[in-house]
């Protein structure tokens, strides 16, 4: 089994304590990514399922300001959970953070999880105390008190109470840029079948010639290719310049509505 966090509480602190809280509750192999945003979150999401396979394991995934829009929510947006094959994936629902799971259509619902009655519940049924209950439900950070707490209880089959989300009320994935590895190659949120639409994303890339593999493309010319992220044959394109750095090379920011 396997547990791995992708998240925006990400320094050295909020990761040890969350780590750690998984570790103590779960005690199997932990993986961590820190990512930027709810689009970022998306991206790695499927990029996590598609490298376990069959394996069983646990997903978290919390992208949950606390300004803006995200102020319409009491404390930060909903979390919910679905199952993919033998993986349980708890996770935030508002924004883009399960657009690329509509995209693909690996999930139908989303069983969205009231907080506060998951803490009244937990708290009939002696999985915490009254004073963690008390902790949850004021808490400025869910993913330390409540998310590696809940996955337990729901990875252990312990009913929590929930609604159905249908997935079509998710928000849709943005054709954009949603990942620049370390080489500065960029990872798009549009499949093979999708070509066409490299262009729409900026005007330098309305020229770029479209290479299935990455060593097809010749030395220092920039193109699009079908790159290693996704799942099963679903991949997404990347703009590369080989042997070089598309990002530097284009000027793209990550965040992806910078491109």
């Not at 693909?104 to 963690?132: G, H, P």
Request: charged content about 25%; glycine content about 6%.
């Amino acid at each position: 089994m396997f547990i791995t966090v992708i998240n925006d509480c990400a320094d050295h602190n909020a990761r040890g304590r969350q780590l750690t809280r998984l570790s103590s509750l779960f005690n199997c192999p932990i993986n961590f990514i820190g990512v930027n945003s709810d689009l970022e979150a998306a991206g790695n999401l499927i990029d996590v399922l598609d490298a376990a396979g069959n394996a069983q394991g646990v997903i978290l995934v919390n992208v949950a300001p606390r300004h803006g829009e995200a102020k319409k929510w009491h404390n930060g947006t909903p979390f919910g959970y679905f199952k993919f094959k033998n993986i349980l994936i708890v996770s935030s629902i508002d924004g883009l953070t399960l657009s690329l799971i509509k995209k693909l259509k690996l999930a139908k619902n989303i069983n969205v999880l009231d907080l506060k009655k998951c803490a009244v519940i937990a708290l009939k049924k002696r999985l915490i105390s009254k004073n963690e209950a008390d902790t949850i439900l004021a808490t400025q950070f869910r993913s330390f008190d409540f998310l590696p707490r809940v996955a337990f209880w729901l990875a252990k089959k312990i009913k929590m109470p929930a609604e159905k989300f249908s997935i079509s009320e998710i928000a849709d994935a943005p054709n954009t840029i949603w990942w620049i590895d370390n080489f500065g190659n960029c990872k798009t949120t549009l499949l093979a079948n999708e070509i066409e639409k490299i262009k729409r994303l900026n005007k330098k890339f309305a020229r770029l010639p479209f290479y299935r593999r990455l060593k097809d493309v010749p030395d220092k010319k920039t193109a699009v290719v079908i790159g290693s992220s996704g799942i099963g044959k679903s991949r997404f394109l990347e703009i590369i310049k080989q042997g070089g750095n598309a990002k530097k090379y284009f000027k793209i920011h990550k965040n992806h509505s910078a491109i």
